[in-house]
């Protein structure tokens, strides 16, 4: 009979497996292609199995989020470091670009995930807190209003120029004029 610890860690893999699956088949055919019964076919598991682990897809795509949002801080704290506001803005929409069924699993797809609140996952409070290091500088207003509207914005831009809904010549300029907006001029001292 197998030890207790390597049937979890058996358990573990089969649950990654499945999130490996469904983010793979999600960026490959989009996630209406993502169904339980295609992903126990992809894995070789049956439908009982995967609910064995995720109570719907919509628990499945939740998990294939906080992937999303752990690489996503990485994405932004790169490039804030790397030129602040402006690179944490261009790193946002590059990613958003880059990773659209995962961008769709973090911010379009029904989840369970919680935002802004005491039972929000560890993951989405570290991207977040990632735009608000590079907001607060910025602003003399509640930062963290401020971040949320900085990111919405951003959401916003990233949303619209993947729908073609926005001239797409234009849209480095839209990037840098958000910022530009958030940047407060220095004050010169004389």
């Given at each position: ?189 004389g």
């Amino acid at each position: 009979m197998p030890s207790e610890s390597r049937r979890e860690r058996a358990r573990a893999e089969r649950r990654e497996l499945i999130v490996r699956t469904a983010r793979e088949l999600a960026e490959a055919e989009g996630w209406e292609a993502v169904t339980t019964r295609r992903l126990a076919e992809q894995v070789d598991y049956s439908q009982p199995v995967l609910y064995g682990h995720f109570a719907n897809m919509d628990a499945i795509a939740a998990a294939v989020a906080l992937q999303g949002f752990e690489e996503l801080a990485v994405v932004l704290r790169e490039g804030r470091a790397g030129d602040g506001l402006r690179g944490l803005a261009k790193a946002y929409l590059r990613y958003a670009e880059e990773h659209p069924a995962m961008y769709d699993a973090m911010f379009v797809r029904r989840t369970d995930l919680v935002f802004g609140a005491t039972e929000t996952p560890a993951v989405l409070r570290q991207a977040f807190a990632e735009i608000l290091a590079a907001v607060t500088p910025h602003v003399t207003t509640d930062a963290e209003t401020a971040t949320e509207v900085f990111w919405g914005a951003l959401h916003g831009q990233a949303t619209l120029n993947r729908g073609a809904r926005m001239r797409p010549e234009h849209r480095q300029a839209r990037a840098d004029l958000l910022v530009d907006l958030f940047v407060v001029p220095a004050v010169d001292g004389g």
